[in-house]
């Protein structure tokens, strides 16, 4: 009879293997996990005997793995999940029950609008969780596929290489014109041909539009030059510098939200844009937590939020 090497397993060692799959490094494993690297190194030697493999070998920047861990590292994660659901969640869901932190990344632009939103909704169900918010950036996909990161919300279009990332539609937003009380134009609405009289300020986001923002994608589309005198990462930073100049900041109408004492907000007419101009959110979550009931909680009560959102902009 074949040797049942499940029965001698201990399951913290296979913890132990995914975060060591993921940083190549003892050292950054021993700190991810808060143990010494010299209790890394004796699970790592019980990992060779169970598996009868080196299963990582030394390199010039820490480890590399083997051809069996390879394989492993592609099919424990979601077997490991599953467990992790099944013991979690056996007796039924319940949010208040939930506790640790979940980790969100966001489009700057989103972090600005809901994050105090979020936190109200979600904090009122599970009130022995931690939040943990932060911007979305050029390794968050890659993290969410680590699982340092839970899930992100951003605007499509996202680059998302990996297959392993399931992308949801969350909500919709819609462009707003910004400036200040004082600004001399006056109306209520305005049409892209007035709006590009005047200066223009525009967000750019580290891993979304770095390197042309989607004001000036849209205005390319159209034929159109704008005066842009100034970029920023941060939509609430632009939103204090427009409040005593002439400058507009086309944005998401969320803002009229939280912004609304400090700048007017000026309908755009949409008819007039490409389709990009109603940009999709989407929530980016691994596939592995696609029936993971904390997932699906988060996804409803999101999409809730985005929905409120939509309705008071």
Same mark, same amino acid.
């Given at each position: ?9 201990? *399951? ?31 699970? *790592? ?46 007796? %039924?869901?319940? /949010? ?12 700057? +632009? $989103? ?10 909704? $979600? ?11 932060? &911007?979305?950036?050029?390794?968050? /996909?890659?993290?969410?596929?680590? %699982?340092?990161?839970?899930? %992100? $919300?951003?605007?499509?279009? +996202? ?5 392993? *990332? ?7 937003? !819609? ?11 006056? %109306? ?7 709006? +590009?009289?005047?200066? &223009? ?33 941060? /939509? ?11 400058? $507009? ?7 009229? &939200?939280?912004? !609304? ?13 490409? +389709? ?21 909680? *988060? ?15």
């Amino acid at each position: 009879m074949k040797k049942d090497l499940f029965k001698q397993l201990d *399951l913290n060692l296979l913890r132990i293997f995914l975060v060591l799959s993921q940083e190549l490094n003892l050292r950054k494993t021993a700190e991810r996990l808060n143990v010494t690297q010299p209790a890394i190194s004796r699970s *790592l030697q019980k990992l060779r005997d169970q598996f009868n493999d080196e299963l990582f070998v030394k390199s010039q920047q820490g480890v590399m793995p083997t051809a069996k861990a390879e394989q492993l590292a592609l099919s424990l994660p979601p077997i490991m999940e599953l467990l992790a659901d099944t013991i979690n969640y056996h007796n %039924g869901f319940d /949010p208040k029950e939930l506790s640790g932190t979940i980790t969100i990344a966001m489009n700057p +632009i $989103l972090a600005t609008v809901i994050s105090k939103r979020l936190f109200k909704r $979600l904090h009122a169900q599970a009130p022995d969780l931690t939040l943990q918010f932060e &911007i979305w950036r050029l390794d968050t /996909p890659e993290r969410i596929i680590n %699982g340092d990161i839970h899930c %992100g $919300l951003n605007y499509q279009p +996202i680059d998302l290489s990996s297959k392993e *990332l399931i992308d949801t539609f969350i909500g919709r937003d !819609a462009f707003t014109i910004y400036c200040s009380h004082t600004h001399p134009y006056q %109306g209520d609405s305005i049409s892209i041909q007035d709006a +590009i009289k005047y200066p &223009i300020a525009t967000l750019v986001s580290q891993a979304w539009n770095r390197r042309i923002t989607l004001t000036e994608q849209l205005l390319d589309q159209l034929g159109l030059d704008a005066n842009i005198v100034l970029r920023n990462e941060q /939509p609430k930073a632009i939103i204090d510098t427009i409040q005593d100049t002439n400058i $507009l900041f086309p944005s998401s109408s969320f803002l009229k &939200i939280t912004e !609304a004492d400090k700048v007017r907000a000026l309908e755009l007419d949409l008819n007039q844009l490409p +389709i990009q101009a109603k940009p999709d959110i989407s929530m980016i979550y691994h596939y592995r937590n696609r029936a993971n009931p904390m997932m699906l909680w *988060l996804i409803e009560e999101i999409s809730q939020e985005f929905t409120l959102l939509s309705k008071s902009s």
